[in-house]
């Protein structure tokens, strides 16, 4: 699966089809994100339920600490 996350080109295996797998893998575990896909806001309860198709483009936007 090809998408594009912050900008950049990356293929993924076929087990990462949804913003769950996709947050799941250890680059984005346990990071607080928010997620758009395709331009629009993905709410967590649809992380599960929100599958990818070839060619998405996804912003993820993770919080950093700091002061």
């Known amino acids: 699966m090809n998408l594009i996350i912050n900008g950049k080109a990356a293929e993924y295996a076929e087990d990462c089809r949804t913003v ?5 893998r ?3 575990n346990g990071r607080l994100v928010i997620v758009e896909r395709n331009g ?3 709410g967590k309860e649809h ?3 929100t599958a990818f198709n070839e060619g998405d483009r996804l912003e993820l936007v993770h919080f950093v ?3």
């Open 20 to 24: 769950a797998d996709l947050l799941g």
């Open 26 to 28: 250890p680059e984005w």
């Open 40 to 42: 629009e806001i993905v």
């Open 47 to 49: 992380y599960a339920d």
């Open 65 to 67: 600490g700091g002061g």
